[in-house]
């Protein structure tokens, strides 16, 4: 065995001589390494002589490396200057009340978060579901599977899987979370994780609207478990064309083009949301290029703005309704004959012509003209001042009550509450108008801290959005939008067969029962149906506003350089 191994290493060591002669190198070393180690008959020196020789052929056989110029690097030219980022300015009525897309209910909010933050689905301007995070979906009776797209990211660079879903519409299923549309999710009996990109919803019985509730932005799991689920409320984290980058309350938003943008990256490099409540100020601004955008245009305008050269005017049907609520649990508007009265005693075409200059329809229920489920036929309590005295009387206010209006600070529920004060005080009702900045105004209706207040209700769709949160008896805020505490066994009734119906037309004809009935009790007097309308300046290239998404185009406009 030691003979073999000396052999094999004689062999090495002489091929290895061989190289070392051809680069002229001192093989007097080796030689003398190699005599000792031949003749010490030990088996493991031999062995180590073999793994010395072996690593000196790695070593001294190998090429010698050839030396590689490093291309120059061009100089720069002087002259170029980096290209300034691009930012777009928009000027909106009311500030942003909250940044998580499973917390907010007030239009500015929304605004926002439809370009932090996306959904499995979104709708489009016709008011049919189109998959969106999700590139495709099944739905059965009892199922609705989900198939995410690939290599969708969150704004901190992680991939948006199956785990971020699941834990975005468990946290909308919880009670205790509070989120605001707790109640459209009760349907769901279970969120299986099929795989890290497919999830599957299993459903207690069918429910048709809820493909429509699948658009909720889909929140970060990690984020809202590490820093909590308020962090997310002012610091928000999506996976939409832009990302969050500051906040400051009361005056701007800003945020900026989101590079890794699954759908590519947007246009515009930086959008500032400036809060500017006046109207006068915002159309000044829009004008003299302080600002590219300004919503909402109130109707006052719409004449002068169609005539500005370099400003455009666009004007898109409205999917809002305007209305004035009542505190059902206290006296005077716990009486359905009082809100009656209210309803003959005001006047809609004169708040039309005065405040909204004619561009308005009036309306008489909460299902806009445009919606399959609309009922032109409900009974309309319509301008009548004598029907309006002898409801009063029935129910004891001949000689009329004290009551207060809340308002949020705007130029037209400003003007819309002044001609409230005048009619009503013909019929000896003492209106009190308070007017409070957004927040607080949406703070104190959220906890029922009001007698009446005006709102609008925005982005309608399947009917079951507005009228199974608004009326049913159980949804109550902070998880419905049931302010009011109307309460109505039928319309409970009818509302939950028509979500679980999948027939549309028996859907149909129970919603037009339903607003029958809302329509009789007066819930809400019904002031107007709306028009959208927004200033564009001309800089602003490849943008449609739109009835539902109102700003989601921006990810696919530019900001043309003066």
Known sequence: MTRKISVLAGEAYEGCALFLQ??????????????????????????????????????????????????????????????????????????????????????????????????????????????????????????????????????????????????????????????????????????????????????????????????????????AEEKGDEYLQTNPVGCG?????????????????????????????????????????????????????????????????????????????????????????????????????????????????????GLYEPAYTQIIPQSWAHNPDVPRFEHNPDRARELLAEAGYEDGFAAELKISDTDPRRAISEILQYELAEFGVDLDVIVQEWGAFYEDILEMDFCMYILTWVSQTDPDTHLYRQFHSANVPPEGANRQRFSNE???????????TMDQDRRKEMYLEIQEILAEEQSYVHLNYTVDFCLVRPEVQNYQHQTYYRLFQLRNASLKSE
């Open 241 to 357: 064309p832009f990302k969050f980058v500051n906040w400051e309350p009361g005056d701007q938003i800003e945020m900026e083009a989101f590079d890794d943008y699954w759908d590519g990256r947007p246009g515009i490099d930086l959008v500032t949301f400036r809060v500017i409540p006046e109207e006068v100020t915002r159309r000044v601004e829009v004008e003299t290029g302080g600002i590219h955008i300004a919503l909402p245009v109130p109707a006052v305008d719409v004449q002068a703005m169609r005539e500005l050269p370099d400003v455009q005017l666009q004007e898109i049907p409205g999917a809002s309704v305007q209305y004035i609520s009542f505190n059902h649990e206290d006296p005077p508007f716990d009486d359905k004959m009082v809100r009656q009265a209210m309803a003959h005693a005001i006047d809609r075409e004169e708040i039309i012509d005065h405040v909204f200059h």
């Open 22 to 223: 051809s680069e002229r190198r001192n093989l007097a070393f080796w030689k003398g390494a190699w005599s000792v180690l031949r003749f010490t008959g030990s088996t493991t020196v031999l062995l180590l002589a073999v793994v010395l020789v072996i690593g000196v052929m790695a070593i001294g056989c190998a090429p010698p490396e050839e030396e590689v110029e490093e291309p120059e690097e061009p100089e720069p030219d002087p002259e170029e200057e980096p290209r300034e980022p691009t930012e777009l300015k928009i000027g909106y009525e009311a500030d942003a009340t909250n940044l998580d897309p499973r917390m907010a209910t007030d239009l500015s909010s929304g605004m926002i978060n439809e370009l932090l933050y996306e959904g499995l689905v979104m709708w489009d301007e016709d008011m049919a579901i189109q998959p969106w995070v999700a590139e495709d979906y099944e739905l059965t009776e009892d199922t609705f599977t989900f198939y995410l797209r690939e290599g969708v990211k969150f704004h901190d660079g992680e991939q948006l899987t199956s785990e971020d879903v699941k834990y975005t519409f468990d946290t909308m299923m919880d009670p205790e979370f509070g989120a605001r549309d707790q109640v459209l999710y009760e349907p769901i009996d279970d969120i299986e994780i099929v795989d890290s990109h497919t999830i599957k919803f299993h459903l207690k019985e069918p429910v048709a609207p809820l493909i429509y509730y699948m658009n909720v932005g889909i929140v970060p799991k990690h984020i």
């Open 490 to 500: 039928r319309v409970d009734e009818l509302l939950v067969s028509a979500r679980t």
